[in-house]
């Protein structure tokens, strides 16, 4: 069980770190009262259902401040039952952060009428200073933009290893239309046609015997190849950067026999790399 708390300034980019912890798979509950961590620690530690394993929770200033000043001893509770605990906070300088909210005329909470922005975010540091104190890692993102703070976030989270994204895998025919909201297309029209042989007409690229068909094919093989290369290659790249999900769809002229054989021969490599793979053979379904 892994409980991550995260918490900083109004403005620092909270929510950006939360969306982030979600995409790699965690249950978040944003701007929890902290009166409720230990409750929410004990339910936890009880429960078996692995969709709350991984999860975070954003706190702020808006909670009690003697309740902040208890986080430390919440957070060390919820170790010695077994739950791995972890604090990440996030600050940024004052001046960036007024000017963050005059360019998104987002009112600050702790904002009131004699209260200036200024005066806010220094009552605000001082509140949270317990979170900070506790906290196993610090981001200042007052020089860092969205794409690094999210970097810096799945990094500590998974220890710097990028998580694996997770493909969808299509085969269609062209003369039934292109799909869409894909990231890649490839046309395979350009191989050998097992339509054109009798025996192999009525079967599809899910039999042995088209598979073979194609094989033989040196064209086949490297055309096979050079996308497969192209992916693994380039994959990492793509997960480095963010991406959680990727649709290729690979088409011929009927989608019944050439697509769907690329298809299969890309599930299998994509899992043998520890892929999560979906496959959809549209023309078949």
């Known amino acids: 069980m892994k409980l991550v708390i995260l918490s900083g300034l109004s403005g620092s980019g909270k929510s950006v770190a939360l969306h982030t912890l979600e995409d ?11 009166f409720l961590l230990n409750d929410l620690a004990l339910e936890l530690n009880k429960r078996l259902d692995t969709a709350f394993a991984h999860t975070a929770v954003g706190i702020d200033a808006r909670t009690n401040a003697e309740e902040l000043r208890q986080l430390p001893e919440l957070a060390a509770t919820a170790l010695s039952r077994g739950i791995d605990c972890r604090v990440l906070f996030l600050e940024t300088q004052t001046e960036t952060l007024i000017k963050r ?33 506790c906290a196993e890692l610090c981001i200042d993102t007052t020089q860092t933009n969205v794409h690094e703070l999210r970097d810096r976030v799945r990094g500590w989270a998974v220890g710097n290893a990028s998580p694996k994204a997770s493909i969808l895998l299509q085969s269609f025919g062209f003369k039934h239309g292109v799909p869409q909201d894909v990231d890649f297309i490839f046309d395979v029209r350009c191989l050998p046609n097992p339509h054109w042989q009798p025996e192999l007409k009525a079967l599809t690229g899910l039999d042995p015997m088209v598979e073979r068909f194609l094989e033989s094919s040196a064209e086949t093989r490297a055309m096979r190849d050079d996308i497969l290369g192209f992916f693994e290659r380039w994959i990492p790249h793509f997960e480095t950067d963010g991406r959680s999900y990727l649709t290729i769809a690979i088409g011929c002229t009927g989608g019944q026999h050439r697509s769907v054989y690329m298809t299969e021969q890309l599930r299998r490599r994509f899992e043998a790399l520890g892929h999560d793979v979906m496959v959809r053979h549209r023309e078949l379904a």
């Open 101 to 133: 909210f005059s360019e998104t005329r987002r009112k600050h909470p702790l904002t009131r009428g004699d209260r200036p922005l200024g005066e806010a975010i220094q009552l605000e540091r001082e509140l949270l200073m317990p979170i900070r104190d």
């Open 24 to 34: 790699l798979g965690y249950y978040c509950i944003d701007n929890l009262p902290l």
